[in-house]
């Protein structure tokens, strides 16, 4: 896509990364001991907490991927928002006081709580790490998407930004910085979310989105003659014809080196040839857009509408509208949504994306992308069912957000930060429908990465709301990823160094393991960043939840609630969880086409492991629990 650098993006974005280091500055000198560095000495106020809460888990994924899903899938992307948000209900009711009683540092700490096991202090540090890693890709593939409209920096360049920024962070203050910068963001978030939604409505709805970026480039219409395989246009030279996934994609020179793909459809039963957008790589490596070196500004922003409807009448624009008019009005008009193929056209890779007329409806209900209906078969809604209980039952089993739980005073300030996190959290997810669907009829869509959607949709208000947006973005995933790498640094030092492994450090050598721990996963975490690019954050952070929910989950409430549960119990739970899991999403058809491969030979085709990996580890602990009683005898006598 064609991105303009704004020097005022630059300073603003300068500016709050300065900020946040000073704070971290300010913090450094009054963390001394481990429990200030992993929890910050317990004495965060349960409404800071909680709005920190927010900021912690409204990450890349909800402002970024969710707002992109949205866009490009319609109410499908919307149904993250809820399975995030039911999440919280689950952390409410049955995790957030039991654990602030049980822990002291770290997830592991709860889990051992009762039974001082060497099997649950490692499995649990290292579930700890795997979803923290998990967790931390997509935070950083969103970091990348983001510096090159706002710095106008290659993707790699803005996730080594992200991961050296936030080592510092937690190297110098922990958990104590960490928080005050997830509680700055979360706010700033939601507040200029909810100035972004008004911007929206006082907008409206046109048929022509006043777009800068779009007026590089308009799109082209040509009537061609000759049968459907034997085409020709005159004035210009067919060079192919590619039959593609039911669509018949044709390649037409403009002049002497320069061309352009063409989607074949039939308009009130004339053949029309539809310009796509197109990005072709060669043999020799060279990549052309819409047939032409990128410089030249032919790739452009897309998506608005085919038509709008007001009460019964095509109308070209609406003016103003209210939220519920705003959706009502969508779901009687039509979307131009523009689909991805890609496919070889002898000699190079060619990848292009057509228009495809979508009614308001279809945006509006499940099926764009769950085949749960329509075109559904056995694997997608087993996909659908599998996803929503992995983002169900992942939110109050990932570590980073547990380890909050110990920041607090007391129980009764655990349970008051999660109602004011669900407060906060509930109502961003609501602005992230109207963000979406706002992006996607304003002509601000990029297709090469949906990531970019409410960023971009800020941009076409104005460069001062997008410069805003961004920097708040960035300081999102800046956020999220200093509560994950606390989370990985508190396993390894605190879980594996110290209590697995014995060697009993005092608060000085644990907090200086703490912040070795947080280089070596903040190096990992920028080279998997850089590894994913391109791939929708909300779909990777789905990933962590089912790791989360499959490994952890499951261990967390049989401790709590089923007095019969064992070590060996939870230690084999969480392996269960963690191999069914990985093993599930590493032969998925999604990770197939990653290898290069085809999706359909994949192994299997789910893409979201929950249902059968959070029962596999259920039972797991069950059964190994009934056969391993006389553990919890032993530990009653003693």
């Known amino acids: 896509m064609i991105y303009g650098v704004s020097t005022f993006a630059i300073v603003l974005f300068v500016i709050f990364v300065l900020f946040v280091l000073g704070l971290s500055f300010y913090f450094a000198r009054r963390t001394k001991s481990a429990s200030s560095y992993f929890a910050a000495g317990g004495t965060i106020h349960w409404g800071v907490n909680g709005i920190a809460f927010a900021g912690d888990y409204l990450s890349a994924a909800s402002f970024l991927g969710i707002c992109g ?89 803005g996730v080594v930004i992200v991961g050296v920024i936030v080592v ?54 040509l009537t061609p003659t000759g049968s459907d395989d034997a085409l020709t246009v005159e004035g210009y030279n067919v060079l192919s014809q590619q039959e593609v996934k039911g669509h018949q994609f044709v390649k037409i020179e403009f002049q002497k080196g320069v061309y352009r793909w063409f989607d074949l459809v039939k308009v009130n039963g004339d053949l029309v040839l539809k310009e796509m957008l197109s990005v072709t790589e060669t043999e020799a490596g060279d990549k052309f857009y819409n047939g032409e070196p990128k410089e030249n500004a032919k790739f452009y922003q897309v998506g608005h509408m085919s038509k709008i409807i007001v009460d019964g009448k095509e109308v070209t624009s609406t003016g103003a509208l209210g939220p519920f008019k705003f959706l009502s009005t969508i779901e009687n008009s039509e979307i131009i949504r523009f689909i991805k193929v890609k496919f070889n056209d002898g000699k190079n890779k060619v990848v292009v994306w057509h228009q495809e007329i979508t009614s308001g409806k279809e945006m509006m209900m499940p099926g764009l992308k769950f085949k749960i209906g329509k075109d559904s078969n056995p694997w997608t809604k087993l996909n659908f069912i599998s996803l929503m209980l992995a983002l169900f039952l992942g939110t109050a089993s990932l570590p980073h957000i547990l380890i909050r739980y110990y920041t607090v005073k007391s129980q009764k300030d655990a349970r008051k930060s999660t109602i004011v996190a669900i407060a906060a959290i509930g109502g961003f997810y609501v602005l992230t429908l109207f963000m979406g669907l706002g992006a996607a009829v304003n002509g601000v869509l990029d297709v090469e990465s949906s990531n970019m959607s409410g960023p971009l949709l800020a941009k076409a208000f104005g460069i001062g709301l ?35 492994m014995g060697k009993n450090l005092d608060d000085k050598a644990k907090v200086r393991a703490g912040k070795i721990a947080a280089f070596s996963v903040g190096v990992v975490a920028i080279i998997l960043g850089i590894s994913f690019k391109g791939m929708n954050v909300s779909f990777l952070v789905g990933w962590a939840f089912a790791v989360a929910a499959s490994a952890n989950l499951p261990a967390i409430i049989m401790l709590l609630f089923w007095k019969k549960t064992t070590a060996k119990g939870i230690a084999w739970s969480i392996v269960m969880g963690i191999v069914s899991a990985l093993g599930i999403i590493l032969t998925s058809p999604t990770m197939w086409d990653r290898y290069g491969l085809d999706k359909l030979d994949a192994p299997h085709m789910l893409d979201n492991p929950a249902i059968i990996s959070f029962t596999l580890a259920l039972l797991t602990l069950v059964l190994v629990s009934l056969a391993t009683q006389k553990d919890n005898k032993k530990l009653v006598q003693a």
């Open 466 to 500: 997008f410069s805003i947006i961004s920097a708040i973005a960035f300081a999102t995933i800046l956020g999220t990823v200093s509560g994950l790498i606390v989370a990985s640094s508190g396993a390894i030092a605190h879980d594996l160094v110290d209590r697995y």
């Open 168 to 221: 510092f962070i937690v190297a110098t203050a922990g958990m104590t910085s960490t928080t005050y910068v997830q509680f700055i963001k979360g706010g700033l978030l939601i507040i200029f979310s909810t100035i972004l939604a008004v911007y929206i409505f006082n907008n409206g709805l046109t048929l022509t989105p006043d777009n800068e970026d779009q007026k590089y480039h308009e799109f082209v219409t």
């Open 69 to 157: 899903m949205i866009a490009f899938v319609g109410y499908d992307g919307f149904l993250y928002s809820i399975g995030y948000l039911a999440g919280w209900i689950v952390a409410l009711f049955l995790v957030a006081e039991p654990l602030k009683r049980l822990g002291k540092f770290t997830f592991t700490d709860a889990l051992d709580s009762k039974f001082n096991s060497k099997a649950i202090q490692l499995t649990a540090a290292i579930s700890t790490l795997i979803v923290s890693i998990f967790y931390l890709i997509p935070q950083m593939v969103g970091a990348g998407a983001l510096v090159t409209p706002l710095l106008g920096l290659s993707h790699w360049v």
